[in-house]
């Protein structure tokens, strides 16, 4: 199973990323995804997630502003992220999760927002 995570970059601030997750070697159509964040000294932290059905559950401080999909026939799962702020700086990881046996992390990709 690889989860392959790109789209990061530098964006100032008030910008917008898309961060996307591809996955091969899994059906991710029957896993809940997730995008995780680890801020520079800091632990990592739930940023957003999307379950099989297509619930989506959000961090207080990116709701609004952040929006995760899925693309099942794409084995696909983004993450549009507007208004981008500095609190938003961190490396920026997709999880795919089914049960508590099958719990897979991509490389990760780097968010830098600066002016």
């Known amino acids: 199973v690889q989860l392959q995570a790109s789209g990061g970059g530098l964006v100032q601030p008030g910008g917008s990323l898309r961060l996307s997750c591809v996955a091969s070697?899994?059906?991710?159509?029957?896993?809940?995804m997730g995008w995780y964040r680890r801020a520079p000294g800091k632990q990592r932290e739930l940023v957003a997630t999307?379950?099989?059905?297509?619930?989506?559950n959000y961090a207080d401080s990116v709701q609004g502003r952040f929006t995760i999909s899925r693309d099942n026939s794409e084995n696909t799962v983004v993450l549009q992220m507007n208004s981008l702020k500095r609190e938003d700086i961190a490396v920026y990881y997709c999880?795919?999760?089914?049960?508590?046996?099958?719990?897979?992390w991509g490389q990760g990709t780097q968010v830098t927002v600066s002016s």
């Open positions: 999307i379950n099989s059905g297509g619930s989506t």
């Open positions: 070697g899994v059906i991710l159509s029957i896993y809940d």
């Open positions: 999880n795919a999760r089914r049960g508590p046996s099958f719990n897979f």
